[in-house]
């Protein structure tokens, strides 16, 4: 089974332990690291884990390039 694009991206930003800014659909900018996640949820660590719902996520933006391997 092919692996989606969000997954990728965001196993990519987990494994690298990459910072990211995560911008919700109110405005509101967190930070930290991506621990883990599923089709619903991420689980965002900086002093704390917090669980933040896919569906109120806007944009999140690493602080680092991330490089995918992209197939066609």
């Known amino acids: 089974m092919q692996e ?3 997954d990728k991206f965001l ?3 987990r494994k690298d332990k990459i910072n990211v800014s995560i911008f919700l659909v109110n ?3 967190l930070e930290g690291n ?3 996640f599923d089709s619903y949820i ?3 660590r900086n002093k704390l884990t917090q ?3 896919k569906h109120a996520i806007s944009t999140i ?3 680092q390039v991330v490089k995918l391997e992209i197939d066609d």
């Open 34 to 36: 991506i621990v883990s």
């Open 42 to 44: 991420i689980l965002l």
């Open 61 to 63: 933006v690493p602080t």
């Open 4 to 6: 989606h694009l969000q």
């Open 27 to 29: 405005g509101i900018k």
């Open 11 to 13: 196993n990519k930003i």
């Open 51 to 53: 669980c933040v719902y």
